[in-house]
């Protein structure tokens, strides 16, 4: 069955940078777009991006434009999100997820499978 | 952009039906789908596009849409169905996914 998998999460400083990753497995990856959505503490769901299933298109929430990089490595099955000049605001549990698009039609926003996530504390 | 509304609580009494909205000019347009998140969990799709439901989610579930409103619908709410609720759709550009606030459901 599918299956994601985040890692990377920890503490870090204001200004500082972080990776995290998704390990994807049971399903074909080079199928389907993959996207990355956060939840602050007690907060509610922010869509982060996405990214085409061979990485031509990328998309970012506005919150995270120019500071964050989704990137994917089709050939290890793997989703990357790269965190740049963190702050405070992007401490979350962040979750990568697979929607139900196809190829053919690209992403949209229908989410079956989620990741168990993975928090990330921006704090000095 | 666009946003997405929900009313932040709403609560039913055991067995009783419930409707869970979220507007927004984008809904015109794009379909909606709805997903359940109980602390500490992943959230989980519980409907998608006009009114599809994923394997393994209770036929107690529905959704229906009318202009810039979507609603999810569950017939009968049941104690396991205390969760917090949240709709997700495109922004006009159709490039952005977002979400809605939430919906946290109590079942009396």
């Known amino acids: 069955q599918v299956q994601l998998v985040e890692s990377g999460g920890g503490v870090v400083q204001p200004g500082r940078s972080l990776r995290l990753s998704c390990a994807a497995s049971?399903?074909?990856?080079?199928?389907?777009?993959m996207h990355w959505v956060r939840q602050a503490p007690g907060k509610g769901l922010e869509w982060v991006g996405d990214?085409?299933?061979?990485?031509?298109?990328?998309y970012y929430a506005d919150s995270v434009k120019g500071r964050f990089t989704i990137s994917r490595d089709n050939s290890k099955n793997t989703l990357y999100l790269q965190m740049n000049s963190l702050r405070a605001e992007d401490t979350a549990v962040y979750f990568c997820?697979?929607?139900?698009?196809?190829?053919?039609?690209?992403?949209?926003?229908?989410?079956?499978?989620w990741g168990q996530g993975t928090l990330v504390t921006v704090s000095s | 952009s666009s946003e997405l509304t929900q009313d932040p609580a709403v609560s039913v009494a055991l067995g009783q039906t419930v409707r869970i909205t979220c507007q927004g000019d984008?809904?015109?347009?794009?379909?909606t789908s709805w997903y359940q998140q109980k602390p500490g969990q992943a959230p989980i799709l519980v409907i998608y596009?006009?009114?599809n439901r994923p394997s393994g989610i209770p036929d107690r579930f529905s959704g229906s849409s009318s202009g810039n409103t979507a609603s999810l619908t569950i017939t009968g709410a049941q104690a396991e169905d205390e969760a917090d609720y949240y709709c997700?759709?495109?922004?006009?550009?159709?490039?952005?996914?977002?979400f809605g606030g939430g919906t946290k459901l109590t079942v009396l």
């Open positions: 997820a697979r929607d139900t698009g196809t190829v053919e039609a690209g992403p949209n926003q229908y989410f079956p499978h």
């Open positions: 990214i085409f299933y061979d990485g031509s298109n990328k």
């Open positions: 049971g399903f074909t990856f080079t199928n389907y777009a």
């Open positions: 596009s006009k009114n």
């Open positions: 984008s809904l015109r347009s794009y379909y």
């Open positions: 997700n759709s495109r922004d006009s550009s159709g490039n952005h996914v977002v």
